[in-house]
C-alpha cells in the first residue's frame, strides 16, 4: 500500500486543493492512505471521512526555527514555538514528532537542529531537490528513528509523486503509525527540478507577499 504523508489542503493558505480533492484524487492514483499536513491547522481531518482510504490525523507546524510535522495528534499544535516546545507539544496530544524537509532553504530545521527528542525525520519529499533528498534520506537513516515521505502536493497533480510503502494489512491510521514506528516502510519521492523549483519560489513568494511579509 502506498502512504503520502506530506498533503497541503486550501486550509493552508498556499494550497488550491480541497480535502475532499485530495481524497478523491488520492484513491483515484492508487494510494492507500494520506495524511493532510496543513500548515498550523488541524480542520481538514475533521471535516473529511472515507471508506476508501486511511487518513492519517495530521499537521505541519511552523517551529521558530523551521517546519515539523505531527502524525496521530488529538488536537491543533500551536505555531511559532520552539523546536523542543513543538516536539513536547506533539507528544503531548499523543502524536510523534517528524523534522520535515531538513534541508529545504527557508523552512527546513537543517542537521544542527535535528535534536534527539524528535521521532523521525522525513526522508524524501517531492517538492525538494534531488540533492536535498539525498542529504535528508542520509540524515534520516543515520538518525536510526522513523522515517517518512511524501509529496508536499498543493495541488492534485502532485498527489503521490512521494510515498512511503507500508504493509497492505495497515486497516487503520493507528496501523500505519505502528508499521513506520517498526520501521517496516519504504520511501520513495520523485525531486523537484529547475522549473519545477522556480515556479515553488514564485508562489511561496507570492503568499510572503500576501500575508503581509510574515512566514508561515
Known amino acids: 500500500m502506498k502512504a503520502d504523508l506530506h498533503i497541503h489542503s486550501t486550509y493552508s493558505d ?19 492512505c494520506v495524511a493532510i ?19 492519517v490525523p495530521a499537521e505541519e507546524i511552523s517551529s521558530n526555527s523551521g517546519h ?32 520535515a524537509h531538513p534541508y ?17 525525520i522525513e526522508a524524501l519529499n517531492a517538492r525538494s531537490t534531488k540533492s536535498a533528498n539525498l542529504k535528508s534520506k542520509k540524515l534520516a537513516e543515520g538518525f536510526g528513528k522513523i522515517i517518512t515521505a511524501g509529496s508536499d502536493a498543493h495541488r492534485c497533480t502532485s498527489i503521490g509523486k512521494g510515498y512511503l510503502e507500508i504493509p497492505d494489512s495497515c486497516k487503520t491510521w493507528q496501523d500505519v503509525i505502528q508499521a513506520i514506528k517498526d520501521g517496516k516502510t519504504r520511501a520513495f519521492s520523485s525531486n523537484c527540478g529547475f522549473i519545477g523549483g522556480l515556479k515553488y519560489m514564485t508562489e511561496a513568494l507570492l503568499c510572503w507577499f500576501r500575508r503581509g511579509f510574515h512566514s508561515v
Not at 77 to 95: F, L, Q, R, V
Not at 104 to 120: A, H, P, Q, W
Request: glycine share 12%; charged share 25%.
Open 37 to 55: 499536513t496543513d500548515h498550523n491547522s488541524f480542520e481538514a481531518f475533521f471535516r473529511i471521512k472515507s471508506d476508501d482510504i486511511i487518513i
Open 14 to 32: 498556499d494550497s488550491w486543493q480541497t480535502p475532499e480533492d485530495i481524497v478523491a484524487g488520492a484513491v483515484d492514483c492508487g494510494l492507500g
Open 104 to 120: 529545504r532553504i527557508r523552512t527546513g530545521l537543517g542537521k544542527k537542529n535535528i535534536v534527539s527528542e524528535f521521532d523521525g
Open 68 to 99: 515539523i510535522l505531527a502524525y496521530g495528534i488529538n488536537r491543533k499544535i500551536e505555531g511559532h514555538m520552539s523546536i523542543i516546545d513543538t516536539i513536547n507539544a506533539i507528544h503531548e496530544a499523543g502524536g510523534v514528532a517528524i523534522a
